[in-house]
């Protein structure tokens, strides 16, 4: 079994084009594991600009990388992780949306389920989400849902946390080190 000074669980958030998925492809490079990529958006083949985005993230990668691409099934695949690996999430935000339509009580069902696979779960994790909340208040309701559930949703896995950075401007910052927990977490 190869040991690695990666923390178990690492989460890793940060603004539409900062980086943070370059960051968590940095970490995991670095992390001495085998890595699995789990990607969690769709596909979306008539979307030019998505194809552009999946190319870029394909690209980046180690070809002795797996992928498994699970859209709205991240739970089952994290209960898959063996010791040794280590799984890049990518990205919890595609997660979140693919879970828009659920109701609030199988929303809080998919939670509860993601959140236990964090704490019981084999392997090492490397989770990126977006940050969302930063701009303009979503016109629509979908929007605002996304927003809040993908809000609260990080925070819970924070708190779960052994490591967090946030990544902006292309510049990781270590928010173990550099903040205070604010009472109260969801």
Known sequence: MVESNLPRFTLISGPAGSGKSRWAEHLAAHSGLDVIYIATGPILEDDASWQERLRRHRDRRPPDWDLWEVAGDLSPALGRLVSGQLALIDSLGTWVAAHLEADQGEWLGCCQALLEQVRIGAGHLLMVGEECGWGVVPPTAVGGR???????????LAAEADASWLVIHGRALNLMSLSLPVPGVP
């Open 146 to 156: 996304f927003r809040e559930r993908l809000a609260v949703l990080q925070q819970q």
